[in-house]
């Protein structure tokens, strides 16, 4: 009821606003006939004057008066005449003018009872997170599981729904806080650490970086079958430049899909890039790898360290001649640092990002792998 009094308050005001200007109007007198009465006057006085100086006689005089006065009665009957036919116009314009204005609010409540809910109650936030979930967008959803949530952050079943939702809403940061707490709460599956590994690269920029990496492997040692995680471990074999290692690890996985499984396109496309990357490389020395470092620790100090240097260099110099390996430059970036030489390593990552190009996705993958290595004093681009 408090509605409609105030929706009657201010429709009046606003249609007063209108109709008050246009009912005081008055019509002015016409400027071009009190000009016509003056100039007859000025005549009158002018044959006055001429008849008392004796230049015209006083018949002349009476006739010039008369004709004169015809004109001026002449004047005034029009003016009478058009000025009621003004005033007539005037006043029909400013009555439909005032209809129309009293018409808009009529009509507007009229049409708004009958297709309008001017019973329905207000529905703040809370009551509308209370309704039906069939009838609620998804950010309301979203906002009914955090609200629940933040009351109940024990809920781990909660924050296993919520996961996923985060990451089709390309909110990573929280997919993995989801993530973590449901497993957490209510135990790994091989489900949620991939979904934890998956956020983790969203939020990496696409980088599968080691903390992805534990948690694909995670998700393998529940179940040794998972084909997303096998795919993003072989993704991150091919990221560090091991590209037979990724080509077999996709071919073993290929080989235990089943003929219509959704992977299978995707894989074989894979397989293809990294057989081509490998093939491209020849045979040309690509680095040290963990293999090489782990190997190297049964030598003398000294020669460990002359073996690997040797091996640093040889990347160094075939990566001037052939600047656009991406792989190869986060290998001698994580070799520098492997040798503790952060400098060199800094050094590495510059020349790479100019080599690659510095706005490339190439030379953005390099610095996050960088940072990722532990290369101080780099902006993420």
Do not use: C
């Amino acid at each position: 009821m408090v509605f409609w009094i105030v929706l009657g308050l201010l429709t009046v005001i606003a249609s007063l606003a209108v109709i008050l200007p246009l009912a005081g109007r008055r019509e002015e007198a016409a400027p071009g006939s009190v000009h016509d009465i003056e100039v007859y006057r000025d005549q009158l006085a002018e044959v006055e004057r001429d008849a008392e100086r004796g230049l015209i006689g006083r018949h002349e005089a009476e006739q010039a008066r008369a004709e004169i006065g015809r004109r001026i009665l002449k004047l005034d009957s029009t003016e009478k005449s058009e000025g009621g036919k003004r005033r007539g116009e005037t006043a029909v314009a400013r009555g439909l003018a005032m209809a129309g204005v009293l018409a808009v609010p009529l009509v507007s409540w009229g049409v708004y009872s009958s297709i309008g809910s001017p019973e329905l109650p207000g529905q703040p936030l809370a009551e509308r997170l209370a309704k039906n979930p069939g009838e609620s967008s998804i950010d309301e959803l979203v906002a009914r599981a955090e609200a629940h949530l933040r009351a109940n952050p024990q809920d781990g079943r909660g924050w296993d729904v919520l996961a996923p939702i985060y990451a089709r809403l390309e909110r990573p940061t929280e997919a993995a806080t989801a993530y973590r707490n449901a497993i957490r709460l209510i135990g790994p599956t091989a489900a949620r650490e991939t979904g934890l590994g998956e956020a983790l690269m969203m939020s990496a920029g696409g980088v599968v970086r080691a903390d992805a990496v534990d948690a694909f492997r995670r998700a393998l040692e529940i179940d040794p079958q998972d084909p997303k995680a096998r795919f993003y471990l072989a993704t991150a074999m091919a990221q560090e430049g091991r590209m037979s290692e990724a080509a077999d690890a996709l071919r073993a996985m290929l080989a235990d899909l089943p003929q219509n499984a959704p992977w299978r396109e995707v894989v074989e496309q894979s397989i293809a890039r990294a057989e081509e990357e490998a093939s491209r490389r020849g045979t040309a020395p690509p680095g040290p790898t963990r293999e090489d470092f782990e190997a190297a620790g049964e030598m003398s100090a000294d020669d460990r360290s002359a073996m690997i240097e040797i091996m640093v260099a040889q990347l160094d110099e075939r990566l001037r001649e052939n600047p656009d390996d991406r792989e190869g430059w986060q290998r001698l970036v994580r070799s520098y640092m492997v040798l503790g030489k952060a400098d060199e390593a800094r050094d590495a990552l510059t020349r790479g990002v100019a080599a690659l190009g510095e706005d490339s996705a190439a030379a953005r993958e390099l610095v996050a792998f960088a940072a990722e290595q532990g290369v101080r004093g780099v902006e993420e681009r």
